[in-house]
């Protein structure tokens, strides 16, 4: 079975919308995978999963935004963390501190929009305090990105959807 469809067993019994939320503010899906199983499985509009699917995706990003900090600067007491939040905050400076630099929070904003794994609200987040965003900046910023992507996904999904339905409306079943 795959990650999805356990995911979306689990959340069998809770409302399609709340589920839709869920989806949406989890790390690995965030709304990439919450809008096409909104309107895919739970049988939602458009509207609707794009609405539940943003507002679930922004839930994290107050928090993360507001403890990252904290929580790594408690982690770095330990030899290990330290090793680790300094390697990766030199080598992710070393390989994207000059697109920030240059553009600033617009390249939050395009980071967070665009649908591919690895960028999304939650490593949006991570960027924004590895390059020292400040949460006024970053905020505005990943939740700008949330929405386009919101659209970006919601269209392809239709386009999707009305791909599948133009090619199997003819099979018998």
């Known amino acids: 079975m795959s990650v999805e469809a356990a995911l979306i067993e689990m959340l ?8 839709t939320m ?3 503010s989890l790390p ?8 096409p199983v909104a309107m895919g ?3 939602m509009g458009p509207l609707s999963a794009y609405f539940f699917s943003v507002l679930g995706n922004m839930l994290p990003v107050v928090p993360l935004l507001l403890f990252l900090e904290p929580v790594s600067d408690f982690l770095r007491r330990f030899r290990i963390f330290d090793l680790f939040f300094s ?3 030199e080598r992710t400076r070393r390989n994207h501190s000059e697109r920030f630099e240059k553009y600033g929070t617009f390249a939050l904003t395009l980071f967070v929009a665009i ?3 690895v960028t999304g609200a939650w490593t949006g987040c991570a960027a924004a305090f590895v390059f020292g965003i400040k949460f006024r900046h970053a905020l505005p910023a990943i939740a700008a990105g949330i929405m386009i992507a919101g659209v970006i996904v919601t269209t392809l999904t239709m386009m999707g959807i009305g791909l599948a339905d133009l090619l199997f409306s003819g099979i018998p079943g």
């Open 12 to 19: 069998r019994a809770v409302p399609d919308w709340c589920a």
């Open 41 to 43: 499985v739970y049988g």
């Open 22 to 24: 869920i989806i949406a």
């Open 87 to 89: 390697w990766l905050f």
């Open 115 to 117: 649908p591919l794994p």
């Open 28 to 35: 690995i899906s965030e709304l990439r995978g919450a809008i």
